[in-house]
């Protein structure tokens, strides 16, 4: 495996691989790899026969005040664990490789489906996403680009990203990974104190109880959305940002519960805001 | 020739082409072609293996109250002068090929660049046309794509956004063609009447005046401005937008010309809005 760090780099190996007619994988990452991340990796492995993992800790997407310098890197043992996955290129570009001093466009998806859950704390974050999204897609050319289903909200962004700009890519979206205990696998899990870590079992312990209740009938989603809200509030470490239930194609509020249902919640643990979700199909 | 409606159609055309390993050219017209627009045509048959012409009146490009509905149309002429200019396939999709009714992911080119000069009195067009612009090179994947550098403002505009969106794309720009008068060709002539018509000759005019007047050493940016905004109003039925000295590159104003010097203007006349430039390079 070939760490690049130069575009120009990337694109002439990419075109070398096109002229041979081999299909490109892209799995976009900020690094800090784990089973999640690896997940997408081997799945992307499985389908294309040239595999770029992209590892940027993108600066556009944070909002100020949040946990851009902070954030977890890793870049020798990320190198590691996909080349062991058996990645061809892992693309890890610093910052000013990506966005010149006088840097200022950007692709943004506007309306319900990045004003609500994330997008209401933190406002700039999606057109961060989408802009550095649209780069990497315009430098690899991929595929088919792997993306993880715990950012539910990112994954429905991206998806109307696609069809709206008409990008040639086949969005893959790869199930959620947990730990054994039921925390779903997170860069920023690393922030959590043991006791935060214990607290945080809530999150998939209420929607666990939330899927239940809908699965023996439940359809008003005031009323699941409060038994979350309920059941995290037990946890004093707890710190609620948004539990929702939407539609999980075009994010919109559900009152009555019907199609593809997403249940999505971001809690703050301490200095860690997890997020964590689960889709349902309900008749 | 084919004229193409839909993109999976011009899509597979393109893939079949890019499999052989053919140069794509692509012109993005909003039609009713004039010689301007057959000089790109001309231009980019000459240089690519397969080429590409877009014809879309583009509605997100219009504001409130702008020419949309009224902007001249002739599909069938444009078809034939395509043809004859030995294009490979005209793309002319529906409105409703481009836009879902649910549509809204916007590029946009921030700053500068965008607010001044055309930007001022249409705020919003320019992120029409790099929204369709990022449209059509993500459907076309282009090698190289043809701009009029009448439009110079969209021509630095679309550098930009190539240059930050990481487009693999060259964009090549070709001078503005005139009327034997001097008049830049556009399609937006048509609405002029006899007497506007004559009276619009003052644009040219007064450009060429402030070139010999830099050629002969006037470097104060106001005191150009002011030569042509004067010799403009001369003129009783003109009615001024904008006349700008601005860098050539990004579109900030100039108060001593040095460099790669636009000297800008869009004035009315009657229900025409008419742009024209000059480009000078000065020591």
Not at 257 to 271: E, I, N, P, T, W
């Amino acid at each position: 495996m070939d760490t690049v760090k130069k575009i120009d780099v990337l694109r002439s190996r990419l075109k070398e691989a096109s002229r041979n007619g081999k299909s490109v994988g892209l799995v976009p990452t900020m690094g800090f790899l784990h089973e999640g991340h690896l997940s997408l990796i081997k799945r992307a492995r499985e389908e294309n026969d040239l595999l770029v993992v992209s590892l940027f800790v993108n600066p556009t997407q944070f909002g100020p005040g949040e946990d851009l310098e902070s954030y977890p890197r890793d870049l020798e043992k990320d190198a590691d664990s996909c080349s062991a996955e058996g990645a061809d290129i892992l693309f890890a570009p610093d910052a000013g490789e990506m966005y010149f001093e006088d840097y200022g466009t950007y692709v943004e998806v506007s309306g319900g489906l990045t004003k609500g859950l994330c997008g209401k704390s933190r406002p700039t974050h999606f057109r961060g996403v989408t802009s550095v999204v649209s780069k990497l897609f315009n430098i690899v050319e991929p595929d088919r680009a792997y993306f993880g289903q715990k950012d539910a909200q990112q994954v429905a962004v991206i998806k109307r990203m696609v069809r709206d700009l008409n990008f040639d890519v086949e969005i893959v979206v790869c199930p959620i990974v947990r730990e054994a205990d039921g925390l779903a696998k997170s860069s920023r899990n690393i922030y959590l104190s043991e006791v935060e870590r214990k607290a945080a079992l809530v999150l998939n312990r209420s929607l666990k109880a939330a899927s239940e209740r809908i699965s023996s009938g439940e359809r008003n989603g005031d009323e699941i959305k409060a038994m979350v809200e309920n059941m995290i509030k037990q946890e004093p470490l707890s710190a609620i940002d948004y539990v929702e239930v939407v539609d999980a194609e075009n994010m919109k509020p559900l009152e009555i519960l019907k199609g593809s249902v997403l249940l999505a919640l971001a809690v703050r643990f301490g200095k860690a805001r997890l997020i964590d979700n689960i889709r349902l199909e309900v008749e």
